[in-house]
Structures are given as structure tokens and as C-alpha cells.
């Protein structure tokens, strides 16, 4: 007769641990700016978009809302689009009727977010770290966001994602320290963390950190200096989409 087994202890038997969340891809400087520019022109030019290789190099090294400028040619860029195409965040196409091929984004249903979360994450992919004020002016001309308050909630968003499960995800943005003799708080993108260096860095979005002062006197009128900024980013914007409508073109630009 066999010998029976002895039972199992449940206490060796480990619970089964949940599988890690998946991991963030990562990106170097070139990637961010060539992914920053697919987002940016898919939402401020939609009739230029998907991007030809050239559109894309133009963009890449584009003097206004870059930092840094750039100097691309278009073997870099060809090298940040197939290495993001194995990330899943860029799809080459080929159009009817067009003879060269053409790239477009796939950002936001890989990350999972929304278009407005989308939009402020090429801002500081294309600018660096930000204050919310001026995350939301730029961001804007891609995409309205309605306050300051909105602006905030989809930023608290990104750094604390989560899936359908409550399950926690790697974060796209956090907060990173006021620059020296300012107290507004700036935001920094996850996807490519060594594209914008933040020591000693300033707020390249609103120019604040320029007028700013360690002195509590003066934070009224550096407060009211970012808002009247912010404003007129939201006007420009406005007026730029207007432009585009009567097929003229874009003024500040």
C-alpha cells in the first residue's frame, strides 16, 4: 500500500503575485523631439499630416517652441523613427496617391491617455520642464484646455496613472523642483528623462523666472505676470487656428 502524502502546508505555498506593470519606453533626446513634432503637427496642421521624412526634419529643427534648437538631418531622424516604431509609438503609411511615405503617431493609444494629457506631454517633450500655467498656454494652441484647474487635474493624471484594474503604471510626468529665486512648481516628462537637463534650469514656457524674485513682495506681481501670459498664448492660439480656417498663413509663425 502507497504511502499516503503528507499535506501540503498552505503557508509554503506563496500567493500568486500580479504580473509588473509594463514598462515605460524609454527615449533619447532625438526620439522625443521627432515624436513631440508628429503629435504637435498632427494637431496644429491636420491637413499637412501624416509627415513626410523632410516635414518631419523641418519640424525637428524648427527655431519657435524648441528647446533646445536642434540640427537633425535625416539620417537621425530615420534612426528615431524605426527605433520608436518598435515601441509602438510610430507607424510608417503609405497614402494613395503619394508617392514618398509618411509617418504618424501612435502615442496616444500605446500610453493610454487622453488627447488632452497628449498634448501637454509634447509640450514638454519639445520645451522641457514647465509650470502649469505655462504648459497650458502652449499646450493650447494644439488643443483647448479650459484652466489652469484642468490643467493641474491632467497632469496629477499622468503622475499617478493607474489601469482599467486600479493597478498602478509607470508615470509619464512628475514634478521637479522651482528653479533658483522662483516658487512656481515645473513639470518634466518620464519618456525621455535625460532629453532636458533640470538642474538650474527655468521655466522656457512663460519667461517668469526671469522677473522672479526670492522677496514674498513680489509674488503677487510674478503671479499676475504668468496669468496675463498664459492668455495671451490662449489668444495667439485663437488666432493662429483662425488663420489656418481662411487657408492663410499662420502670423507668428
Request: aromatic letters at 2%; glycine letters at 6%.
Amino acid at each position: 500500500m502507497p504511502t499516503p502524502l503528507p499535506p501540503s502546508d498552505p503557508q509554503q505555498t506563496p500567493p500568486p503575485s500580479a504580473p509588473p506593470p509594463p514598462a515605460l519606453p524609454i527615449l533619447n533626446a532625438r526620439q522625443c523631439r521627432v515624436l513631440g513634432v508628429l503629435i504637435e503637427k498632427a494637431q496644429t496642421t491636420p491637413g499637412q499630416y501624416p509627415l513626410t521624412l523632410n516635414g518631419l526634419v523641418n519640424g525637428a529643427n524648427q527655431l519657435s517652441a524648441r528647446d533646445p534648437v536642434m540640427h537633425l538631418d535625416e539620417e537621425a531622424v530615420l534612426d528615431a523613427l524605426d527605433a520608436m516604431k518598435k515601441l509602438a509609438l510610430v507607424r510608417e503609411v503609405m497614402l494613395e496617391g503619394s508617392r514618398v511615405p509618411k509617418f504618424r503617431h501612435t502615442a496616444r493609444d500605446t500610453l493610454a491617455i487622453t488627447t488632452e494629457q497628449l498634448v501637454l506631454l509634447a509640450e514638454l517633450l519639445l520645451r522641457g520642464p514647465q509650470s502649469v500655467g505655462s504648459l497650458r498656454g502652449n499646450a493650447s494652441r494644439m488643443t483647448p484646455i479650459d484652466s489652469l484647474e484642468t490643467a493641474q487635474s491632467l497632469l496629477d493624471a499622468m503622475a499617478n496613472r493607474t489601469d482599467a484594474s486600479g493597478a498602478a503604471l509607470p508615470p509619464l510626468v512628475r514634478q521637479v523642483p522651482p528653479p533658483p529665486g522662483t516658487r512656481a512648481v515645473l513639470y518634466a516628462q518620464l519618456l525621455a528623462p535625460d532629453a532636458h537637463p533640470i538642474a538650474m534650469r527655468r521655466d522656457t514656457g512663460g519667461g517668469s523666472s526671469a522677473t522672479s524674485s526670492s522677496d514674498d513682495s513680489a509674488n503677487p506681481l510674478t503671479a499676475r505676470i504668468e496669468a496675463l501670459e498664459a492668455e495671451v498664448k490662449v489668444l495667439r492660439t485663437a488666432l493662429s487656428r483662425f488663420a489656418i480656417r481662411l487657408a492663410e498663413p499662420d502670423p507668428f509663425e
